[in-house]
T-cell receptor, first 114, second 111 residues
């Protein structure tokens, strides 16, 4: 059973397009995250949600809009894609906010903007 | 600021040797320090973690040490094997709600 699953795994698209990445966790966790990993492997937090409520927005451009329809899902929608958005995006979840427990990561979505 | 420094960025060792990766954090309130291993094409996976109420934790060939006064923590891998080759990340919890990662160490273990 996959704990944190993201789709798609690969996404190639042209500049200016709008795309979405979906994430689902079946661990019953309250908190979900989006991280961006650039070509140098730096992992940077973008957003966190706790029980469908936005908790952290790390000065990410407005073109990025997370949506959490329920606490098991956190999707990422990106408008007007730019070349610099190319990266691997990871979804993660943890048991509770501030609980400082293990974060479980999905397999990543490699986004390439051409 | 919120950052975690990690060294070295790359580390090559012979199979059977030990590997040590060091990290420094800036928030004295941090009290949870996990280590993640990322294999090629996969997401990071927790391998060991330590909380500030202990100074050392060991799990088979992996150990982590924490010096809260100096704000340092380290990962030690003994008797390295080729399957230990991966990118390793340290992390620290900031403001009780944010996991900040180090810059990563690419470990290569040569047979």
């Amino acid at each position: 059973d996959t704990a944190v699953s993201q789709t798609p795994k690969y996404l190639v698209t042209q500049m200016g397009n709008d795309k979405s990445i979906k994430c689902e966790q079946n661990l019953g966790h309250d908190t979900m995250y989006w991280y961006k990993q650039d070509s140098k492997k730096f992992l940077k937090i973008m957003f966190s949600y706790n029980n469908k409520e936005l908790i952290i927005n790390e000065t990410v451009p407005n073109r990025f809009s997370p949506k959490s329809p329920d606490k098991a899902h956190l999707n990422l929608h990106i408008n007007s894609l730019e070349l610099g958005d190319s990266a691997v995006y990871f979804c993660a979840s943890s048991q509770m906010l501030g609980g400082q427990t293990e974060a479980f990561f999905g397999q990543g979505t490699r986004l390439t903007v051409v | 600021g919120e950052n975690v420094e990690q060294h070295p960025s790359t580390l090559s060792v012979q199979e059977g040797d030990s590997a040590v990766i060091k990290c420094t954090y800036s928030d004295s309130a941090s009290n949870y320090f996990p280590w993640y291993k990322q294999e090629l094409g996969k997401g990071p996976q927790l391998i060991i973690d330590i909380r500030s109420n202990v100074g050392e934790k060991k799990d088979q060939r992996i150990a982590v040490t924490l010096n809260k006064t100096a704000k340092h923590f380290s990962l030690h891998i003994t008797e390295t094997q080729p399957e230990d080759s991966a990118v390793y990340f340290c992390a620290a919890f900031y403001n009780t709600d944010k996991l900040i990662f180090g810059t990563g160490t690419r470990l290569q273990v040569f047979p």
